[in-house]
């Protein structure tokens, strides 16, 4: 929502170059350019905040604009670090309390350029490298992390579907992608970013949380689900697709592994979190953020499978 890609050392993310290959995606083949100017209009958002009685301001950082090549090798911006020290000091000022999230649906595009981004694990190290640069510079101040905002929703648009960045998926008679699969990637995507959100939270509960006072967790979509009717087959419906969207990230940082029902359906296309990395996701949060947005009901449907698209189609259930 920030807009100015261009403005002070900051460098395309993946929704930038996304939003330019493909305009015929975006609603009004519209880009974020310039987007609501946030980056230029920030005080006025706050204030408006502040009128409408609010006690909290969630925002989210662009990693393209405090690292633009991606990497901390590639050199910290510092117009960027100063910008976001300027909106998150108007926040106090306005007795406001600062929620930052550290990443929102985009990232560097240079990192998917060089390594397909959250397809490779290299990103987890370069994201915590990212969370690094962030805790030191706002920590003082910023008492609530968010480390990924809707990684399910990336997941979904971006290596699934197709219509949001990077813009993967299995090409069909009436939709194409450049790249992808979407019967494996989702689930390698999502994997990457389980592990690189845990690498994010061990970092600053060993380094940062002792002195700096604050939280972190993770923030995630999720839809509640019903049974369709009283049935057994539409109950046991309910709990796989809750399983298949919630459980998919739940799961994994409160207990270390991907539900059963995941194991079960997906089967070897579901990466395996090794001993480490399951110690590393058991309770990798402070807090839980949850976007709510509605309710859907669940009918089982043995029959309803399709690898290009394997969120609903591997769970063998129709929401509605």
């Not at 962030?134 to 399910?152: L, Q």
């Not at 089982?300 to 929401?319: E, F, I, K, M, T």
Request: charged residues 20%; glycine residues 8%.
């Amino acid at each position: 929502h920030e807009g100015a890609t261009w403005v002070d050392g900051r460098r395309p993310s993946t929704w930038d170059a996304f939003s330019h290959a493909h305009p015929d995606r975006i609603r009004g083949q519209t880009n974020g350019d310039v987007a609501t100017d946030s980056y230029h209009l920030y005080k006025d958002d706050i204030a408006l905040a502040k009128q409408l009685g609010l006690d909290t301001f969630r925002f989210s950082l662009s990693w393209s604009r405090i690292l633009p090549h991606g990497k901390l090798s590639g050199g910290i911006n510092q117009k960027g670090i100063d910008h976001y020290n300027n909106v998150i000091d108007e926040v106090l000022a306005q007795g406001l309390t600062p929620f930052l999230s550290l990443m929102h649906l985009d990232y560097p595009q240079i990192l998917e350029d060089e390594y397909s981004g959250f397809l490779s694990t290299r990103m987890v190290d370069d994201f915590r490298d990212y969370a690094d640069v962030c805790f030191k510079a706002f920590g003082d101040r910023i008492k609530y992390w968010v480390t990924i905002n809707e990684p399910r929703t990336l997941i979904l648009g971006g290596y699934d579907v197709g219509d949001m960045a990077p813009g993967h998926c299995t090409s069909v008679s009436n939709w194409t992608c450049d790249a992808g699969n979407s019967s494996t990637e989702p689930y390698i995507v999502a994997h990457n970013q389980l592990l690189a959100h845990a690498a994010a939270v061990q970092l600053y509960r060993q380094k940062y949380q002792a002195t700096q006072k604050g939280i972190i967790g993770i923030s995630m979509n999720a839809d509640w689900i019903i049974p369709y009717s009283s049935s057994k087959g539409d109950i046991q419906a309910a709990k796989r697709a809750l399983d298949f969207t919630f459980g998919w990230f739940m799961d994994p940082i409160y207990k270390g592994d991907y539900p059963e029902n995941m194991k079960r359906y997906v089967g070897d296309r579901l990466p395996r979190f090794s001993k480490q990395e399951s110690t590393l996701l058991k309770r990798s949060y402070d807090f839980l953020g949850i976007n709510y947005y509605t309710t859907q009901y669940a009918l089982d449907r043995v029959d309803y499978s399709d690898p290009r698209h394997p969120n609903g189609y591997d769970a063998h259930v129709q929401l509605s």
